[in-house]
């Protein structure tokens, strides 16, 4: 369990016992939130490291996913702690990069995780390296395996959250192999932070476009909700449905033929290398010439077993 370390929402995800006044304190100010499947693996990587290397992180994570000017407020509390590193998501660079300039300014390393700054090299947020997976090659694998494996005549991506890029940048890269195939494709965007309503509106939308053939979610939660609705429908032998991320319910959905597949970005090491990393580059020096891509890879019918009890687990 996290503790709660103060009534501004931080929260220690670990520290040494034997902590002194030379441990290396770490804070992490990203778009997470507390309680969804996906950052509670992800947090788990950080706590593992933290324990391994001895160092603090604390964690400023709240109940709901912030916006942009909520995760400037974040960064801005981090660097009032001085901290000797910084770990930041950036679904909206634009929006954080005055507060990470401070940072930047202070000296303090940064290292990006999870969704990075997609803009041109000269236009991007000076982190020592990002973390995580290639959000637009994700939808273009996912696409690319639904093509060769289903042969759809439509395709259809549901994006979970218009504001987050790398959402965006998901259903760009679904859509566009589509169209690439000659296969048309379009994306919806359905309200963030209700996979009820979600499920409405695609139902809505299965009722206006009945020969939809496949569709790609953005989100595992939703991806349940929305294979609920083609159930209802009796369309799950028609159309194709495929995720990204995984959850209990979505292997058990692959495993059953439910679900066609997932993409996995293998969070848990964007949480653990951010902290690795950040503590080899304060101890050491060391940094990377590139960044590290912890995914996209597939999760389908014929490797899913192999990953189901690390998802019991929570390390997937």
């Known amino acids: 369990m996290l503790a709660l370390a103060s009534m501004a929402s931080a929260f220690v995800l670990a520290a040494s016992a034997h902590a002194d006044d030379k441990q290396l304190v770490f804070y992490e100010a990203s778009h997470a939130w507390l309680g969804h499947p996906f950052w509670n693996v992800l947090n788990k990587g950080m706590k593992d490291a933290a324990e391994k290397y001895g160092v603090k992180v604390v964690s400023l994570q709240e109940n709901s996913p912030p916006n942009s000017g909520q995760q400037s407020e974040k960064i801005d509390r981090a660097i009032a702690a001085n901290p000797d590193g910084l ?3 950036l679904p909206d660079a634009k929006g ?12 303090i390393p940064i290292i990006a995780m999870n969704v990075g700054d997609t803009r041109p090299a000269g236009e991007r947020i000076p982190y020592l390296f990002y973390i995580g997976g290639d959000e637009k090659l994700g939808g273009e694998r996912a696409a690319d395996y639904i093509l060769s494996h289903k042969k759809p005549t439509s395709g259809l991506c549901v994006n979970t959250n218009a504001g987050q890029s790398g959402l965006v940048a998901r259903c760009e890269g679904f859509t566009t192999t589509y169209k690439k195939a000659n296969v048309k494709a379009e994306t919806i965007v359905v309200p963030p932070d209700s996979p009820t309503q979600a499920a409405e509106q695609f139902r809505a939308y299965l009722t206006a476009n009945p020969d939809i053939a496949s569709v790609f979610v953005v989100d595992p939660t939703y991806t349940v909700e929305i294979m609920k609705v083609l159930e209802e429908a009796g369309k799950s032998d028609q159309v194709t449905l495929f995720s990204y991320d995984m959850s209990k319910e979505v292997i058990d ?5 439910k679900i066609l597949g997932t993409v996995d970005q293998q969070q848990y090491l964007q949480g653990y290398l951010a902290v690795e990393f950040l503590y080899l580059n304060k101890e050491h020096g060391f940094t990377l010439a590139q960044d590290i891509l912890t995914g996209p890879a597939i999760i389908d019918k014929d490797n899913v077993a192999a990953v189901k009890a690390n998802v019991t687990a929570g390390y997937r």
Do not use: H, M, P, Q
Not at 96 to 107: D, H
Not at 253 to 257: F, L, Y
């Open 87 to 89: 770990i930041v998501s």
């Open 96 to 107: 954080v990069e005055s507060s990470l300039k401070r940072a930047t300014e202070k000296g």
């Open 253 to 257: 959905a692959i495993e059953k033929g």
